[in-house]
């Protein structure tokens, strides 16, 4: 008797193990062919039940007015320039961006050798540092008092 009671439970599990995969397949195919609702109810009480997601068709969207180059077609374009003409245009650009900006520069900026050389020479003799007179022997005999004179 508890032999045949086994049986009869195998027989009952793979039937219901077949209902199961009957079930999943009917399920699956209604699924493909958008019979099955998915994701969260959408409230027709607010936008008639529209529900935003962040993926776009840029098709959707609506046209600016003014139109933006194409990304790839810029690197293109630039690419296929020299690198001495880009860095020509850059220099271009930074100097048309100063000009347009006539403010007081900022304090942080440092001026470019030759300038600052000028600036030197234009302070006469007195403004230029020189080496001590003294050897460094001498100069580490010397008390810090004197030194500070």
């Known amino acids: 008797a508890g032999f045949a009671d086994e049986e009869m439970k195998a027989v009952d599990a793979a039937e219901e193990d077949k209902e199961t995969v009957e079930a999943a397949q009917a399920l699956a195919k209604d699924m493909a062919a958008g019979k099955v609702p ?9 936008d008639g039940g ?16 003014t139109p933006e180059e194409d990304a ?7 690419s296929s320039r020299s690198r001495e003409r880009r860095q020509e245009e850059r220099v271009a650009a930074v100097k048309a961006r100063l ?27 007195d403004g230029v540092k020189r080496e001590p007179e003294e050897s460094r022997e001498e100069l580490l005999k010397m008390s810090v008092s004197k030194l500070k004179e």
């Open 50 to 65: 529209f529900t935003a997601t962040v993926c776009v068709d840029p098709s959707l969207l609506p046209k600016r007015e």
């Open 99 to 125: 000009e347009a900006d006539k403010g007081s520069r900022p304090k942080w900026i440092v001026e470019a050798p030759a300038a600052a050389a000028q600036a030197t020479v234009a302070q006469g003799a």
């Open 38 to 46: 998915h994701g969260p109810e959408p409230d027709l009480s607010v």
């Open 72 to 78: 790839s077609q810029v690197r293109r374009r630039e």
